[in-house]
């Protein structure tokens, strides 16, 4: 899925979950009443905003020390996926259910392959 395309569903679900209503339970106490409301304006609510920043210093010790790769597996396991992939026609996901359909294929592939089952 592209960058765009993983942008456009986020938005989306975002758009989806500040939209709907939290109802009120009387057997649980908690706020109700649509998310972006309560993350806004938590006055109306009766409580504060508790968001807090994060201290910069910490954020940059953080990402010195951290690793970033540049594929999201080891890189045998990557170039044999997309060998099947290619192999069976199926080209890289655009939303939630193509990846599922494809991650079950791939699945079925290495296990069949590897002799993994």
């Known amino acids: 899925m592209s960058?765009?395309?993983?942008?456009?569903?986020?938005?989306?679900?975002?758009s989806i979950w500040n939209a709907h209503k939290i109802r009120k339970n009387n057997k649980q106490h908690g706020v109700y009443g649509r998310p972006y409301v309560l993350?806004?304006?938590?006055e109306v609510y009766g409580t504060s905003d508790y968001v807090t920043s994060p201290d910069i210093d910490e954020v940059e010790i953080c990402l010195e020390q951290s690793t970033y790769c540049s594929?999201?597996?080891d890189e045998d396991i990557y170039d044999l996926a997309n060998l099947y992939m290619e192999e069976l026609g199926h080209s890289?996901?655009?939303?939630?259910?193509?990846?599922?359909?494809?991650?079950?294929?791939l699945l079925e592939r290495f296990e069949t392959d590897l002799a993994l089952q």
Do not use: H, I, M, N
């Open 71 to 73: 594929l999201p597996c």
């Open 3 to 14: 960058l765009q395309g993983r942008l456009k569903e986020l938005l989306e679900v975002v």
């Open 39 to 42: 993350y806004s304006v938590p």
């Open 92 to 105: 890289l996901p655009t939303d939630a259910f193509e990846a599922a359909t494809l991650y079950r294929c």
